[in-house]
């Protein structure tokens, strides 16, 4: 018999026992000491059994660019159920609950990194977007490269990449808005060497270039130009010098995958991400869409006035993302309802890449 559920946003007070929880499941390597206060766009959440702190998460804001605009997102990381309460529905019911606690807090939408996706898939999320991961000889690098100007950045400095990261970052959905503590929090403890190519920048990527016949691994490349794109790989094969491979991520609308694919280069899905719908009104109603042209059920409640669509949760993140896109979910007959209202929501929700460049 296990005791009464609850679940709330963690206090000061209750910071100990979500660190035991994470120390317990993920150990304390990755979850040491000072990860007891919460960054500052962290939020803990402590869920109880009886009277007993049995699971813990972590919500990180992610205002996440969404169609043009910057839609309040909420990203779940470090789930965890103490071992002696799991597999009882106990990790379930927590995650809807943290579902809740961030709809309640305004997010429109939610995403995260599944361990299995069946899981997260109960409580309202969907697979949608991924990055390539491309892993390529150093003797099949494209030829290419320009005469950008090269230059380190230190990363006190990072902030200066702000605009060429929101330029390549608007073109898709599904990544943050960063502001200086996601920066801080995504080049980690130990910063990489970070290029930047062109002034203003075109392009930067950071790593680690030591090391002879290893990998290169690019930690994070972005480009808001083509030349960019070019001078970066161009870049690339000098730091690739003395390496065996390279392997950077690329989103799913990739240049490479367009322009540069050969023989032995490989790519593969790598992090794959799910979302989920929390506000479905307040997204569409960002798009200046006509509600008196369709109508869908989401969570017992009717959205729109118009003609009906069948549409379940899991199908609308995915049409609002835009990828896989409503067009095809129609096209193989998964979503059905009015042609005319389809029709409609089929032109509102484009086709559009999805790929978040968190990692938590
Ligand atoms: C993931 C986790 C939070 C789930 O907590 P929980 O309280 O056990 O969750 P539930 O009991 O609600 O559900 C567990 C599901 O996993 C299934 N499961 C349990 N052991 C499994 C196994 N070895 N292989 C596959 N599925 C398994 C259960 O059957 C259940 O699915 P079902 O409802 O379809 O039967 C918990 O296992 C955990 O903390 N894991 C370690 C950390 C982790 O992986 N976190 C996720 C990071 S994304």
Redesign the pocket.
């Known amino acids: 018999m296990i005791g009464e559920i609850s679940i709330r946003w963690a206090e000061p007070a209750d910071y100990p026992l979500a660190l035991r929880i994470w120390q317990k499941?993920?150990g304390a390597d990755v979850f040491p000491e000072e990860r007891m206060t919460p960054l500052a766009f962290h939020r803990f959440v402590i869920g109880f059994v009886g009277e007993v702190a049995g699971?813990a998460a972590i919500v990180c804001d992610y205002p996440t660019f969404w169609r043009g605009q910057v839609v309040p997102c909420a990203g779940i990381?470090?789930?965890?159920?103490?071992?002696e309460?799991?597999?009882?529905?106990?990790?379930?019911?927590?995650?809807d609950g943290v579902v809740g606690l961030c709809r309640e807090a305004g997010s429109e939408i939610s995403s995260?990194?599944?361990?299995?996706e069946?899981?997260?898939r109960?409580s309202g999320y969907e697979a949608c977007g991924w990055r390539w991961q491309i892993r390529c000889p150093v003797d099949q690098l494209p030829k290419v490269g320009g005469d950008l100007v090269v230059r380190e950045i230190d990363p006190a400095d990072v902030r200066e990449l702000d605009d060429c990261y929101r330029g390549f970052a608007r073109r898709f959905n599904g990544s943050c808005e960063r502001i200086e503590a996601h920066w801080s929090r995504r080049l980690g403890k130990k910063p990489p060497q970070i290029y930047a190519v062109g002034d203003p920048v075109e392009g930067y990527l950071w790593c680690n270039p030591h090391g002879f016949w290893n990998e290169l691994e690019i930690g994070e490349m972005t480009w808001t130009s083509a030349r960019g794109y070019e001078n970066l790989l161009g870049l690339i094969r000098t730091l690739a010098i003395n390496k065996g491979k390279v392997s950077w991520c690329e989103p799913p609308e990739s240049s490479f995958a367009r322009i540069y694919l050969d023989g032995l280069v490989e790519m593969s899905r790598h992090r794959p991400s799910m979302f989920a719908v929390l506000d479905p009104g307040a997204l569409l109603e960002r798009l200046e869409v006509d509600f008196g042209k369709f109508s869908f059920e989401f969570e017992g409640t009717t959205v729109g006035m118009g003609p009906r669509v069948e549409i379940s949760k899991h199908q609308l993140i995915q049409a609002l993302m835009g990828s896989p896109n409503l067009s095809e979910m129609v096209r193989w007959g998964e979503v059905k309802g009015d042609a005319g209202a389809l029709a409609y929501l089929e032109m509102i929700l484009s086709p559009m890449a999805v790929c978040c460049m968190e990692f938590f």
């Open positions: 499941v993920y699971f990381g470090a789930v965890a159920t103490l071992p309460f799991r597999g009882g529905g106990i990790g379930q019911q927590m995650m995260l990194y599944g361990f299995r069946p899981f997260y109960k």
